[in-house]
């Protein structure tokens, strides 16, 4: 429920808090990045604009990744785009809308020195180097991520990542333009994602974000009738989290670095992934229900969780389900 | 309904009835008891099954309707795709709706108030000037159209302000009724400092209250900063999730459907983007 009292002043709101200092427990590597804490905003969530970027950052988020952004705008697709469809779960189409590369390497280009991961998405391996061409030089940018897993689009996101072969093209593609990390983004299609994945890495990918939206839909009984107007979306939220666990746990057994998300609400849910493998964390549709606040709080539960269990930093926790 | 419902599920409601305000303009009152609380300046999205979901304020019921508890009404301007399909619909044609959502605008201590609307940005002060009623707030309010088949609300106005000491000013562009001009014209000879319209008793504010085309509003704000006149404005932005999750109705680092819509003028000022550029669908930026 929208806390809109809470909400007054403009550029931060009250129950906001500003950044704590940077906790050593907290600090993670993944994917060569250093990152302040393992708490990163998914793609698509608050992912448009520069200047939320960095209310983000100030309100804990360890990292920020861009809405998936492709080599034109798109519009996507006409509302209702995001249904909520209560517990914590969230089904969306919005058909990748985004400024495109253009406009929106003109907006993150004020170096502001907040860590911004740039989603990319595209139909073939040819559209992604002249993005990173864009994206390259600007001192925010501290990485891509690959969304090989969009579970809505025509010939986009899982279209292409259900395919071993191109994904393979795509990650060749990109790393042969940056020296930044690459991360492929995956989720659950047609092809297996552990495999996915390890045609991602075998190509040269840094690490894997799993999952993506899981496809799926919701029809509104008084009417008959589906309540998106693409009919078909992505399921996020809580209702994902066992799906997500189980293919980070995988994915990590497999030995490829992992950033987990999906369902990811609280700070137990957070351990849950980083236990079953996970080095870091995105969140995505929590921030609907708990608001920004979510950083901060997830970052306090995980340092407590620490404590108690005689832990100095986070990182020592990663993938310790495996031995089970 | 139970009391914890999540006002975020889409409740699917039946039209009750319809009212037609001008060619272009239509009412369409339905029953829904947490629409029907909603508070000033707040608003629902709207959806119409298999067409748009759109974010439209909440209009208030006329009081002379029998059985009008839980009702709560939409007034919309006939515009693109969205809006017709909705200006369309026929009593016993069902809707759903989620919210309300966003902020409200706030009375305080204010005593004497000046209320600036422009086309359907006069719906949620219709909502505020029934709450300044019951608080017996003295009230002016502009009611700006273009021409004087486009004028609505204005006897609606006069009702809901009937306990209060209260005036409604109409204006149109083409002068064929009321006063000629904009509505930021009529308030420019109300608050100017005091030098024009002196005479006139309600020429001095506590605060005004704007919605409508954003460069009415900025105006508005320029007339009320020159006047050292506090003031709440209710943005629009494009919409799509209502809650704050997908950025779409962002201006600066606020989100309006979660930190607004209404904003005063000390927020006002720190936006660039405010009576200057708004983005589109795809989120690009776009001037006025
Ligand atoms: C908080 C809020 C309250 C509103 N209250 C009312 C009201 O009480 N009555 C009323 O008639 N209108 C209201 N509107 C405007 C309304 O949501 C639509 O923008 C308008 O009806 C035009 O819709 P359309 O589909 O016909 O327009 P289109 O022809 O499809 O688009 C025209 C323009 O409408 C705007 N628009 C379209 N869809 C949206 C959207 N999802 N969110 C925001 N803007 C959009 C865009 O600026 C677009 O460029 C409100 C808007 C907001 C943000
Ligand atoms: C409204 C919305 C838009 C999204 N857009 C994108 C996107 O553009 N690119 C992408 O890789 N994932 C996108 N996602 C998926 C999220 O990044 C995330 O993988 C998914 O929602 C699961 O995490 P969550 O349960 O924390 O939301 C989107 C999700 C939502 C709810
Ligand atoms: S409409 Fe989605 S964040 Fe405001």
């Known amino acids: 429920m929208a806390k809109s009292k809470a909400n007054s002043k403009a550029g931060r709101t009250t129950n906001e808090r500003t950044v704590q200092p940077d906790d050593p427990a907290l600090a993670v590597t993944v994917a060569g990045l250093h990152l302040r804490n393992p708490t990163m905003l998914a793609s698509g969530i608050l992912g448009i604009s520069q200047d939320i970027f960095a209310r983000l950052y100030r309100a804990g988020a360890g990292a920020i990744v861009s809405k998936s952004i492709s080599i034109e705008p798109i519009e996507g697709y006409r509302n209702p785009t995001i249904v909520s469809l209560g517990s914590n779960s969230y089904l969306n189409a919005v058909g990748l809308a985004n400024p495109g590369a253009e406009a929106f390497s003109k907006e993150i280009a004020p170096s502001r020195g907040i860590p911004i991961i740039v989603s990319l998405v595209g139909s073939s391996d040819k559209e992604f180097p002249p993005m990173v061409q864009k994206f390259d030089a600007l001192g925010n940018v501290i990485g891509y991520e690959v969304n090989l897993s969009c579970p809505h689009v025509a010939k986009m996101g899982m279209e292409v990542g259900d395919d071993p072969e191109m994904v393979s093209r795509i990650v060749k593609a990109i790393k042969a333009g940056t020296r930044k990390p690459v991360i492929i983004k995956v989720g659950i299609g047609a092809a297996d994602v552990v495999k996915i994945a390890k045609v991602a890495k075998e190509s040269g990918a840094d690490a894997i974000t799993a999952i993506n939206t899981i496809r799926a839909m919701t029809i509104n009984i008084e009417t008959g009738m589906p309540v998106l107007s693409n009919r078909i979306g992505g399921l996020s939220g809580a209702a994902i989290k066992p799906a997500a666990v189980r293919c980070v746990y995988e994915i990590s057994k497999a030995g490829i670095p992992v950033i987990g998300c999906g369902g990811i609400t609280t700070w137990e849910d957070a351990v849950e992934f980083i236990l079953a493998g996970a080095s870091a964390v995105q969140i995505g549709s929590a921030i609907g229900n708990r608001w920004i606040d979510v950083f901060a709080e997830i970052g306090a539960g995980i340092k407590k969780y620490l404590e108690r269990k005689g832990m100095k930093n986070v990182m020592e926790i990663s993938g310790l389900a495996h031995k089970y | ?288």
């Open chain 2, 1 to 288: 309904m139970p009391i914890n419902i999540d006002i975020n599920r889409i409740r699917v409601v039946i039209i009750d009835k319809i009212v037609h305000e001008t060619p272009t303009v239509k009412t369409i009152v339905f029953k829904d008891r947490l629409s029907s609380e909603a508070k000033p300046g707040q608003f629902l999205m709207v959806w119409i099954p298999r067409g748009e979901e759109l974010p439209m304020s909440v209009m208030v019921p006329d009081r002379k309707d029998k059985n009008n508890k839980d009702s709560a009404a939409l007034t919309i301007r006939k515009h693109g795709y969205g809006s017709t399909l909705l200006f369309d619909k026929r009593p016993g044609d069902i809707l759903g709706v989620r919210g309300p959502y966003g902020n409200e605008f706030k009375i305080g201590q204010n005593k004497k108030v000046l209320l600036v609307g422009g086309g359907t940005g006069l719906v949620p002060l219709m909502r505020l000037a029934r709450k300044l009623n019951s608080n017996k707030i003295d009230t002016t309010i502009i009611i700006g159209a273009r021409t004087k088949e486009e004028v609505f609300f204005e006897r609606m106005a006069n009702d809901l302000l009937r306990d209060t000491r209260h005036q409604v000013i109409v204006t149109t562009e083409d002068g064929s009724y009321g006063e000629k001009g904009y509505a930021t014209d009529a308030m420019a000879r109300l608050v100017d400092g005091g030098k024009q319209e002196r005479s006139r008793k309600n020429a001095k504010f506590d605060c005004v209250y704007t919605c409508g085309p954003e460069l009415m509003m900025k105006k508005v704000y320029d007339l009320a900063a020159s006047a050292s006149l506090p003031v709440q404005a209710s943005l629009e932005r494009y919409m799509k999730c209502g809650i704050g999750i997908c950025s779409s109705c962002c201006i600066g680092d606020q989100l309006v459907c979660r930190d607004g819509t209404i904003y005063n003028e000390r927020q006002l000022s720190t936006m660039a983007e405010f009576g200057r550029m708004y983005r589109d669908k795809s989120g690009r930026r776009v001037p006025y």
